[in-house]
C-alpha cells in the first residue's frame, strides 16, 4: 500500500512540488523496518528514485546496506520480469552475494557471470536511481563483487566507496556473512598453539610441553540461523593423548588443560569416537584420526548440532545450546587441524 501511495505521489508532485512533505512521511514508513524481497515491488521507477533520494533516511533504515541493495535487485528483476531476465532471479543474488573474489585474495577475479543481455537490462532499469544507491556503507568484500558483475555502473561510483572505507580504515568485523567468522580466533587460544593460513589452521607449538589447549572461532553462532562447516584434521599423534572438535562458549579457558567438553561450556567429539557434553560422556559415534573430515552443522532455531565423520551421517549429538556459542578444537602435542565454512 505505502509503495502505491508513494507511486502515485511520484506522477502528481511534479506538478506539486509544495506537497513534498508527503514523500517524507511515506519514505520513513517503508523505512521504519528491515525490507524483504517482494516489498518493493509496488514501487513505480520514479517512485523509487524518491525513496532513495534522502540519503540520510536510507542509511537509517535497520538493515545491512548491502542486503538493501539486494532488494533493489530484487526490484529490478521485478520491473523487468523473469521471462526476459535471462538469468534465474535466485541465481542473479547468488551471484551478487558470493565472495569468490575476496577468497581468491583478488588474484583471479571470477569471470562475468552474467550475459550482456542480463546487463543491459539491469543497466536500463537502474542506471536512472544507481547515484542515489548507498554504496558508501556496503563492505569492501561485497564491493569487490559488485565491481566484478555489475559491469555497468560507473567505476567512479565504486572508487569512492572504497575511498571512503581507506579513508576511515574499515575493518570488517569477523562474520559468517563475510565468511570471515569461521576462523580460528587469535584473541581466544591457549598459548601453545600458533595460527597459520589466514588463521584457518591451528597447531600445537613442537617446542612445548605436552597438554590439551583449546581455541574458539571468531564470530558466534547465534539467533535463528544455520551453519555449516568442516573441521580437517591434518595431523595427529595418538600418543600424545586425545584431540576433540565441537563447540564453546567463549567462557572457556583455552588454556586450561582439559578435553573440549571436560569444562563447563563445551561441547566435544574426541577422536577417541566419544561425544561429551559439559563434564559429561554421552553417546559413542566412532573415532577418527589424521586426514578425517568431521562436518558440522548447527541449527540455531533448534537449538541443537548434528555432524558427520568421513561424510558418515552420525545425527544430532548436542541439544539445547545456548546462544552465542562458537566452533572449537581442543589440542595435544603433534596435532593440527583446518577449519572450513560450508555455509
Known sequence: MAGRILSEAAEILDQCPSDEALYSVVRDFILARPLNYGQLYSLSKDAMAVLLSDADAVRECPMYAFDFFLCIIDWACEMISDAHLGIKRSDLLAALSSLEATESMLQNPPDAQLSADTLKRLESVLTPIVRCINFQDICPHRL??????????????????????????????????????????????????????????????????????????AAAMKDKGVYEWDVIIQAFNSAHSRVAVGLAAKSISSHENALLGKQSNSWGLASTGKVYCPYSETVYVGGFGKDSVISFRVDMAERCCSIAVNGVDKGVIWKNLPDNIYPACSLTLGSRCEIRQRS
Open 144 to 217: 569487490v563483487t559488485l565491481m566484478d558483475t555489475l559491469s555497468f555502473i560507473p567505476p567512479s561510483i565504486f572508487a569512492a566507496a572504497l575511498r571512503r572505507h581507506i579513508t576511515a580504515r574499515t575493518v570488517c568485523p569477523p562474520s559468517w556473512r563475510h565468511r570471515t567468522g569461521c576462523l580460528w580466533d587469535p584473541g581466544h587460544m591457549g598459548p601453545l598453539l600458533r595460527l597459520l593460513d589466514n588463521h584457518a589452521v591451528v597447531e600445537f607449538d613442537e617446542t612445548q610441553p605436552n597438554r590439551h589447549q583449546s581455541v574458539t572461532s
